[in-house]
């Protein structure tokens, strides 16, 4: 039986300065994480029958799920454009912008659009690779984009285009 996955899709290379911060904190965290890992590894390998030994079977599989983080962090970090400059034109949407919307049920949402790296950093992330994000780029106030997947059909209506680490109500 073989371990073969299938590859990831390929996302996009962007990310900001306090995504890749975030990506460096962990690499380094899961480096002083595995040093652990290793240590509970060895005091478990020691006990004797490695078949029947439940601490060694789990070390060992928590070893491999970080050795395979550390492996993916250390291929993709490199490849990553930290983009920290902000658009000339910031009446329209592009990468890095918090934008409010209003959705067709009159409800306000706040996005921001990230890397596909660092979209899972906070709740108001969005990739730049999902549908929302590509249909609101190059977007100015008041635009409407409408978005549309298998159940349902959703429009949305820009009000507010910023650039910077936070969001700033008026």
């Known amino acids: ?16 300065p306090t ?10 965290n899961l480096w002083l994480k595995r040093k652990d890992v290793v240590s509970a590894l060895s005091a478990a390998a020691a006990e004797g029958d490695r078949s029947e030994n439940a601490e060694y079977i789990y070390r ?4 491999r799920g970080i050795d395979s983080r550390i492996h993916f962090l ?4 490199p ?14 949407i592009f990468f890095s912008a918090w934008v409010l919307l209003e959705n067709d049920k009159g409800d306000d949402l706040l996005y921001r659009i990230v890397g596909a790296d660092e979209f899972g950093m ?11 994000a590509q249909a609101l780029l190059k977007k100015t106030f008041d635009d409407q984009v409408q978005i549309h997947n298998e159940v349902q059909k ?11 680490p936070e969001f700033i109500a008026d």
Do not use: C
């Open 1 to 16: 039986m073989s371990r073969w996955k299938a590859p990831r899709p390929k996302s996009s290379p962007y990310i900001t």
């Open 19 to 28: 995504g890749y911060q975030h990506l460096e904190q962990e690499l380094k």
């Open 60 to 63: 060992k599989k928590e070893l």
């Open 74 to 77: 250390q291929k993709r970090m």
């Open 79 to 92: 490849s990553l454009n930290i983009i920290s400059a902000k658009p000339a034109d910031q009446d329209r």
């Open 122 to 132: 906070d709740k108001r992330y969005i990739s730049l690779d999902s549908p929302l």
């Open 154 to 164: 959703t429009q949305y209506t820009v009000f507010d285009i910023q650039y910077g």
